[in-house]
């Protein structure tokens, strides 16, 4: 067993709890669409309307996004440090990675608060 | 060698053969976890928020994205994704649960891994059957 001295730099704890916290996030919108889908008996459109124009559900529906989008960053760039060694390629696939996910984030705060 | 001497790195036999890798059922799980995901970020997340964007847009405007998803390829693609997401989901609950030492000795941990490929696999033909 290698027995490093684990100060002094980040070795990805941080990332580590990022991806488990997240994780949990999503779990429970999933469970509440569930919930929302059993008690109602299915979900039509316009249910799904009303729930939008929930300033609530906004809001968690918002924290679920934000917790996939960055479950998505700690994934992806694990992928990438393993598989993209030459630096330079990782650092710009890794910097796309980034844009792409606040390209989304932006994009969901419109669809869910802007104006339609 | 104190532990500051000793160098981080060992030299460790590698075998990566792609074709040649035989890997246990635990590592089976993973490597899909790791796929899923993947497919989930390229393919999935895109195709879901053009989904609601065009949901919240009008009722047409989501009928024709249906519409366009009705064809035997993109039903394929779909009933892929959403065992994708079945399969990262339980899986992630057993990364969860090993994070918190349940299930960590070899016998439990193959036998939950075959709960949650069975599980995911399952789950995803019902759905299947049911979207086709």
Redesign the interface.
Known sequence: M????VVGAHYGLKDWLVQ?VT??VM?LY?LLWLAIAWYKGGVD?AL?QAL?ANGAFRVATMLFWLA?LWH?WV??RD?WMDYLKPTALRLTVETLTVLTLLA?AV??LD?LWGP? | MS??E?P?T?QRPVYLNLVRIRLPLPGLVSILH?LS??A??FVG?PLV?VG??R???S?EA?DAFRSALATPFAKIVLIGLIWAYLHH?CA??RF?LL?VHQGIELKPARRSSVVVLFISLALAVLVGVRLW
Not at chain 1, 2 to 5: A, D, E, L, S, Y
């Open positions: 290698v027995k490093r001295i488990r994780a949990l779990v999933t459109y799904w939008f996939l998505a994934g992806m992928i989304y994009w969901l669809l339609r | 532990a500051l000793r981080v060992k790791r995901g993947a989930l970020f997340l928020l609601v964007a949901s919240l847009a009722a989501f989901f992630g609950i969860l994070d």
